[in-house]
């Protein structure tokens, strides 16, 4: 059983690769918010909401206007460093479906870009069921590998392995009289909800009501994210907000 590595938390922990499992495979979780799956060679990231800021400002609510390169510049470097095959965008990708026709060009070249030489997939969102193809890459509903379906929102069902977004989990414990509040991937083996990777994408805490129906307590994991590694940490040792 896995237990708490409260004590890895600082920043001067050191770099550590941990493996979470679903269905009988093995996946690692990077710190930046991604998952990479070895075995089938591909990267998964959820909810990037590109356009985010624009968005917003087309609201008359103004955020600086950097969001998009800030998420794409930090999805390169991952790629870089995994160089991945596959990449399968989990939903949101963009905050509103029609923010993909409007990228600035230097964003979507450089998009393009990382679409390069791999396979690329872009899961349809509640907030871009629709998308362009000048964004590139394959528009799909769902995706099933080897028995493990992607998709953006959790399914009723809750007997069969999945991978999915749209909840933005986050955890939060104690760790020697103070509370570290952390964006964390959920996960109970069967069912895996990942962590938000927009740079401007909100965080719900995993003991939220929204949660109860997808995962049973005892059998929950939240791996957090710290500066350096991701670290596990028991269900029964989270904090509601």
């Known amino acids: 059983m896995l237990r708490a590595r409260l004590d890895l938390m600082p920043e001067t922990a ?10 009988g ?33 087309a609201l008359g609510m103004l955020l600086p206007p950097y969001d ?14 995994v160089n991945p095959s596959r990449v399968v965008a989990l939903g949101d990708s963009f905050h509103r479906s029609e923010c993909a026709d409007h ?53 009723e069902d809750a007997s069969a392995p999945e991978i999915v977004g749209h909840l933005h989990p986050v955890a939060r414990i104690s760790r020697r009289g103070t509370v570290v509040r ?18 401007y994408a909100g965080g719900l805490n995993v003991l939220h ?5 997808l995962f049973l307590r005892h059998r929950l994991e939240a791996w957090m994210m710290g500066r350096h590694a991701v670290y596990p940490v028991l269900g029964s040792l989270l904090l509601p907000d």
Request: proline fraction near 5%; hydrophobic fraction near 45%.
């Open 182 to 199: 952390r964006r964390c991937f959920a996960n109970d083996g069967n069912r895996l909800v990942m962590p938000a990777f927009g740079a």
């Open 25 to 57: 495979h093995t996946l690692q979780p990077l710190v930046a918010g991604a998952l990479y799956w070895e075995a089938e060679d591909t990267l998964l990231v959820a909810d990037l909401h590109l356009e985010k800021g624009a968005a917003f400002a």
């Open 103 to 155: 990228l600035v060009e230097d964003d979507l070249a450089f998009l393009l870009e990382l679409q390069n030489g791999r396979d690329w997939y872009w899961i349809c969102g509640n907030h871009d069921p629709h998308l362009p193809a000048c964004i590139g890459g394959t528009v799909c509903g769902t995706l099933t590998m080897s028995g493990v379906t992607l998709r953006h929102e959790p399914s």
């Open 209 to 213: 009501e929204a949660f109860q129906p």
């Open 14 to 23: 050191p770099s550590l690769r941990w493996h979470l499992t679903i269905a």
């Open 68 to 81: 998009t390169r800030s998420t794409l510049s930090r999805l390169g470097k991952i790629i870089a460093k």
